[in-house]
Nanobody, 126 residues
Framework: VQLQASGGGMVQDGGSLRLSCAAS????????VGWFRQAPGKERAFVQA????????YTADSVKGRFTISRDSGKNTVYLYMNNLQPEDTAVYYCAGTVSRPITSALPNPRTYDYWGKGTLVTVSS
């Protein structure tokens, strides 16, 4: 299984970006896909996740109201729409997937996920 994250770049304060996470090799039709980020000098942090079967989502408080996660079954791709970006959103963003059916409380835990993609860098300038 491979996960390919893309869409990162540099944007000004208040700007928007869309990240994509394309899966190949298998689908996560019964599982979940999550986005995490790691800022310089900080630990990897949960951002948002989506359960594939029912589209249910779980969102970190830090991005509520600004980020939206969605999935496209036909393209086996998950998107992270990021609006009103702030300098503190600067980080390398990673997508991760699991084929199991995690409970809601497990979605923010990196250990829940079996597969990880390489990150994509998002830089927000003030």
């Amino acid at each position: 299984v491979q996960l390919q994250a893309s869409g990162g770049g540099m944007v000004q304060d208040g700007g928007s970006l869309r990240l994509s996470c394309a899966a190949s090799g298998r689908t996560f039709s019964k599982g979940a896909v999550g986005w995490f980020r790691q800022a310089p000098g900080k630990e990897r942090a949960f951002v948002q996740a989506i359960r594939w079967p029912d589209h249910s989502t779980y969102t970190a408080d830090s991005v509520k109201g600004r980020f939206t996660i969605s999935r496209d079954s036909g393209k086996n791709t998950v998107y992270l729409y990021m609006n009103n970006l702030q300098p503190e959103d600067t980080a390398v963003y990673y997508c991760a997937g699991t084929v199991s059916r995690p409970i809601t409380s497990a979605l923010p835990n990196p250990r829940t996920y079996d597969y990880w993609g390489k990150g994509t860098l998002v830089t927000v300038s003030s």
